[in-house]
């Protein structure tokens, strides 16, 4: 069974940044892609990040592409989500999760496609 555990979130004014981890257990942790999503009150869980198994590949949703930094430390089993000059429309609750496929070479950014996921970190961004 695989846990994920985020850590990182909090309140930060507009412009301001806050940096995300998500500790993985287990063994297998370098041979999945690894995602963040995040959700807000009243709204579908969107997609935000993701990183490739080996770390060599990324994808960002639109919305934060330029702002945001998805990274992983295969050693340390942790992803990592910089985020940087946030907006109040940042203002969710993330999540990251695991690729359900071993080893992928597409990624991809549906909710769908990942088998499991953390608790989820608040973040709220004040105008």
């Known amino acids: 069974q695989v846990q994920l555990v985020e850590s990182g979130g909090g309140l930060v004014q507009a412009g301001g940044s ?17 995602g963040w999503f995040r959700q807000a009150p009243g709204k579908e869980r969107e997609f935000v990040a993701t990183i490739s198994w080996s770390g060599g590949s990324t994808y960002y949703a639109d919305s934060v592409k330029g702002r ?21 429309e940042d203002t969710a609750v993330y999540y990251c999760a695991r690729d359900s496929r071993d080893r992928a070479f597409i990624l991809s950014g549906a909710p769908g496609g990942y088998g499991y996921w953390g608790q989820g970190t608040q973040v709220t961004v004040s105008s």
Not at 68 to 88: C, E, G, H
């Open 18 to 34: 806050l940096r995300l981890s998500c500790a993985a257990s287990g063994r297998t942790f370098s041979r999945y892609a690894m």
């Open 68 to 88: 945001f930094t998805i990274s992983r430390d295969n050693a340390k089993n942790t992803v990592y989500l910089q985020m940087d000059s946030l907006k109040p």
